[in-house]
């Protein structure tokens, strides 16, 4: 039997770039692409049937940010295969965009213009909306439903004598000050998206420390800026249009312009080819596309706090140990050294804080 490898919104953009590169690499693979539009993933599925004929490509619906969606689409896989080798959570959202000119035109004139284009730090917020479980979208989307899905395809990742990866799609935009312990679904605030990312990073610290004996090795990765519907959704296309002379100039600096899917996906194909225990867990691996157009992967430290590392630690309980808890509502509770927060009884997050 040939791996088996999913990977979550897999129907477009870099998601769909990784699933040409890796049938064009191993034709025996075993690929599922989770999606949750039946329409677009069939559409997709034969847009890697036309260039890869003979490949293995099923389809599972799955809605990572629907907690019933997840539980499903994993009770499914479970039953469909005895082994999963790759777990690439890629799907995500950055919902009702903004742009802040006034910040990026100062950006523009300060000696840090350079990180603002490669991190898009200081310059987008977005408003974000509850799930039908009452969760912040941009959080379950990213976050949550993702970290639902490796615990219950635990048994598929977790094989005696195998090892397996979990690969997470965060990015640069990720920022240790958009993430607030007391509000981890960032409720209050206008940054979800660079939360959520940053919530990932630490996340798949976390996994590796309770994993990595059981040989499920996770990493995360940042595609560069790539034009896709993510993007798309930032500025108007005649905007992108008319700015992308320069971007294609901003690569001369900084080679974090990547643009394209297939060379955002670069990160994700380079990991497949890892032997993960070879990997280093502090690390975020880059996609970079070099001003010539050549494509590397660059590991680059993971921006913890100096004096305060925080490791989310999820994990799954009985529903008896906790007691009362409103439906979507993640609340914390302080149990020193851990913050304890719960979904429905059941789900709950530890986060250590180290310093
Ligand atoms: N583009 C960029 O510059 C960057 C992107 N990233 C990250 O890369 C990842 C892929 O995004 P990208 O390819 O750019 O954008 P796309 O919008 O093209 O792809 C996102 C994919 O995620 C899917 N998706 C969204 N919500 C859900 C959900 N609830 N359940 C299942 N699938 C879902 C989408 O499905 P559907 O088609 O149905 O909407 C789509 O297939 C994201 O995690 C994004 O944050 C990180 C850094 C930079
Ligand atoms: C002339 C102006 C209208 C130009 C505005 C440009 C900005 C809209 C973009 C400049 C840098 C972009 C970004 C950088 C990093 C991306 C990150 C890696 C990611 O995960 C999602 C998208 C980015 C934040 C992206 C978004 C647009 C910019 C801020």
Redesign the pocket.
Known sequence: MGKVVLVTGANSGIGLALCERLLSHDAQLQLCLGCRNMQRAEAAKHALLVSHPKAQVSIIQLDVSSVHSVLRAAQEIRHRYNRLDYLYLNAGI?PN?H?D?KA?YKGLFSGRAIH?????EG??TQKDTLTSDGLQKVFATNLFGHFLLVRELEPLLCRPGCSSQVIWT?????QRSAFCLDDIQHKGGVEP?SSS?YASDLLSLALNRRYNSQGVYSSVI????VMTN??YG??PSF?WT??MP?MWLLRMFTN?FTLMPYNGAEALFWLFMQKPETLDPLAKYHSLTSGLGNNYTQPRKVSTDNYVILTLCLQKISPDLLNSSSQGDISLLFDEPYLICKYEGYFYAQIKLES
């Open positions: 950055m965009p742009v000119y990026f603002m284009f490669s991190t898009g310059l987008l965060s990015s640069s935009n990720a998206y990312k940042c595609p560069g800026l993510l993007t930032i500025l905007l008319l700015i320069l974090t």
